[in-house]
């Protein structure tokens, strides 16, 4: 993983723990159980980091209920 890379995903972890009200090594922890961290968030950053940061919350919060980390 890249430094761009590296600071996206800490941004997203970040921002996620904002959003959700949950804290970062839990935010960390479902997306690294659900594979959301490695199959989706890094491999698709050349996307994900276009995207303004309140379609990125909403997408990665839909794919977590998607893969039920998160209640629906």
Same mark, same amino acid.
């Given at each position: 993983?890249?430094?761009?890379?590296?600071?996206? &995903?800490?941004?997203?972890?970040?921002?996620?723990? #904002?959003? +959700? /009200? +949950?804290? #970062?090594?839990? &935010?960390?922890?479902? +997306?690294?159980?659900?594979?959301?961290?490695?199959?989706?968030? &890094?491999? *698709?950053?050349?996307?994900?980091?276009?995207?303004? *940061?309140?379609? +990125?919350?909403?997408?990665?919060?839909?794919?977590?209920?998607?893969?039920? &980390?998160?209640? /629906?």
């Amino acid at each position: 993983m890249d430094k761009n890379t590296l600071e996206f &995903v800490t941004y997203c972890i970040s921002k996620l723990s #904002q959003t +959700l /009200k +949950l804290s #970062q090594k839990e &935010v960390y922890t479902r +997306l690294y159980k659900s594979g959301i961290l490695y199959d989706y968030i &890094v491999p *698709s950053y050349d996307v994900l980091h276009t995207f303004s *940061s309140r379609y +990125l919350m909403e997408d990665l919060i839909d794919y977590m209920k998607e893969k039920g &980390v998160l209640a /629906k």
